[in-house]
């Protein structure tokens, strides 16, 4: 006899019981904060093909990724990322469309990780897309959705930490690096991985002066005072025009009154190359993770045909409810089930239950009707 197999593989698991009840309901929680905004649901498959999320797109390596092939030998990957495949639905059913495209989705996503890293291999995220939109008005636009959402799902405290790729790719232009020492250098500083940042550098014979400010500018956070640091690290045109940005974002913040939960940290970079200006972080206690991330991707859109700016956000529910948890933060349930118990020796008693129970699942109310030798 074949063994049988109950457990799930390494990275994925049953989510069910009290655990998923309080995961619908912080769904529903954050998609109404959402819906507040104007967004429009979309669904997009759970798989691909291969080029929506290839290397030329810039999100999750190949090697993470869990490919298959279908009956006519085309490369399928699980969805590891939402936004390359909003991306893609928005070229083909938006091609034309020139007014600002709110879109919204709910789904999991799939990455191939290495066991040893002890990460969830299948999470669920939720998210927004703001696409034909490239003011500063909408980068505040989502930042605040992001407080809102988090306000609304309980957590106490949490933090925004914002920053700017076309900072670091300014830098970098200054610095004399080629794109491929660039993408090398951005997961280094990613990783926080300052010993090896510093050997890049060196091994691609950058000056000191510019070998002190990459390793500066990730000790680089904080307030608006930050900002002024950064500035001064800098030469070029295009990081200076960063700052200015996030100068701008800041003023727009203040006016949707979030300006407490944010912060600015220019050395933060992100392993996704399609993020084109603005990008941020949120983060909690009692969670490493990030609980959501986001940012400006005005290129990406381009791959598929259509040229247009866009910006987003991405909810980790996994990881927003993991600090719930450790937080003691109870998610309150908008209904409670109603357990009627029976005779199953009294006829008339069942009658009675099923009437009242058939009474209250009119009114809207959630009811589990059982004999009452069952057990809970």
């Not at 290495?114 to 505040?140: C, H, P, R, Y």
């Not at 500083?189 to 890049?200: H, P, R, T």
């Not at 990459?214 to 900002?227: C, E, K, T, V, Y």
């Not at 866009?310 to 109603?338: S, T, W």
């Amino acid at each position: 006899m074949s063994k049988r197999i109950i457990h799930t593989p390494e990275g994925v698991r049953d989510i069910y019981g009290k655990e998923y009840t309080r995961q619908l309901q912080l769904q529903e929680t954050i998609r109404n904060v959402i819906k507040q905004y104007g967004y429009d649901d979309i669904q997009t498959p759970t798989f691909e093909f291969f080029d929506v999320f290839s290397k030329e797109i810039g999100t999750t390596p190949s090697q993470e990724l869990y490919k298959f092939f279908d009956k006519e030998n085309n490369t399928l990957v699980l969805r590891p990322d939402f936004t390359p495949a909003i991306a893609r639905c928005a070229s083909k059913y938006f091609m034309d469309e020139t007014e600002p495209i709110r879109l919204c989705y709910l789904g999991n996503t799939y990455t191939n990780t290495n066991n040893l890293q002890g990460k969830l291999k299948e999470v669920t995220q939720m998210g927004v897309e703001l696409i034909n939109d490239d003011s500063v008005e909408a980068d505040a636009e989502m930042i605040s959705l992001v407080v809102d959402a988090l306000k609304a799902s309980g957590v106490p405290k949490f933090q925004i930490a914002i920053g700017e790729a076309e900072y670091f790719k300014g830098l970098c232009e200054e610095a004399g690096l080629d794109e491929e020492t660039e993408k090398q250098l951005r997961a280094f500083v990613s990783g926080k991985n300052y010993f090896a940042v510093e050997q890049l550098l060196q091994d691609c014979n950058v000056s000191e002066y510019y070998k002190e400010i990459f390793l500066r500018i990730a000790d680089i956070f904080g307030n608006m005072g930050s900002l002024t640091e950064a500035r001064a690290l800098v030469k070029n045109e295009r990081s200076v025009y960063a700052i200015d940005r996030l100068e701008k974002l800041y003023q727009v913040l203040k006016l949707y009154q979030v300006e407490e939960y944010i912060s600015f940290d220019l050395g933060m970079v992100s392993k996704y190359h399609y993020y084109t200006g603005v990008i941020f972080k949120a983060f909690t206690t009692g969670i490493g993770n990030a609980v959501v991330t986001g940012g400006r991707y005005d290129k990406l859109l381009g791959h598929f045909g259509k040229q247009a700016p866009a910006i987003g956000f991405a909810i980790v529910v996994d990881h927003l409810l993991e600090a719930l948890m450790r937080q003691q933060v109870p998610i309150q349930l908008k209904k409670q089930k109603h357990v009627l118990q029976y005779d199953p020796n009294d006829e008339k008693d069942y009658v009675n239950k099923l009437q009242e129970c058939i009474a209250l699942r009119t009114a809207g109310e959630y009811v589990e009707l059982k004999a009452a030798s069952s057990k809970s």
